[in-house]
């Protein structure tokens, strides 16, 4: 994003890698292209609400939203306590309808000069379903089902056009690198171009996403096809 001239702010509950002004976020008129982070638990409805409050009178109005909070516990259905699956729900699915939310009426989504565009992260075991990951799934699943209805919601009164992005499994750091090998070589198989996908074509589908005003309501799968 910042590569496009962006003014990009991460939100996490982790401290990122990258220097970031914390505390003293630049003025309104800052150039485009910087990088700021604030540290936020998005499962906290209000700690969520005031994030959003401070980073549109800072930054000015958000005009492109995405959540890309994810959390996975692996573990047959039978096998999974309450306490995981609501953790999973809370993260992948509550989280992103209160963001959502706040940005739309808190952070100038709909007053964004430009058509405001909302892109969620699923997954494609979202799409197709994985053993072990019943929670996630359900989880990522319910994220086209979100943007289709809040597309019906909002797109007409407002502009603002809502989408998924469905990654398959991702070559390096993250979920991928958490595999085995053997595990990981069965997705790559899984693919009809026989390899896991980069995070630059990921990203490259956020873009497009972002950038097609004619796409809304919809679900992108990036996992170089499945067999």
């Known amino acids: 994003m910042r590569d496009v001239g962006m003014t990009v702010v991460g939100v996490s509950r982790r401290q990122p890698a990258v220097p970031s ?6 003025p309104l ?3 485009a292209g910087a990088f700021h982070f604030y540290p936020v638990d998005l499962t906290d409805d209000t700690k969520t609400m005031d994030m959003v409050k401070r980073v549109s009178e800072t930054h000015g109005p958000i005009s492109l939203l995405i959540h890309a909070a994810g959390l996975n516990r692996n573990s047959l259905l039978l096998r999974s306590g309450r306490d995981t699956i609501e953790e999973v729900l809370n993260t992948n699915l509550t989280s992103p309808l209160l963001l959502t939310k ?3 009426r808190d952070g100038g989504l709909m007053k964004a000069k430009d058509p405001a565009c909302v892109i969620f992260v699923g997954s494609t075991v979202g799409v197709y379903g994985n053993p072990g990951q019943v929670g996630y799934a ?90």
């Open 102 to 104: 706040h940005a739309l």
């Open 21 to 26: 002004p914390i505390d003293a976020p630049p």
């Open 138 to 227: 359900a989880s990522k699943g319910a994220l086209d089902s979100i943007c289709k209805s809040l597309a019906k919601e909002y797109s007409a009164k407002t502009g603002v056009r809502f989408n998924v992005i469905a990654p398959g499994l991702i070559e390096g750091p993250g979920m991928g690198a958490s595999l085995r090998p053997e595990d990981q070589k069965q997705w790559a198989d899984a693919s009809c171009i026989r390899r896991l996908v980069t995070t630059d074509e990921v990203a490259d589908g956020v873009l497009f996403l972002a950038s097609n005003s004619g796409i809304n309501g919809h679900t992108l799968v990036v996992d170089g096809g499945r067999q």
């Open 29 to 31: 008129g800052e150039s």
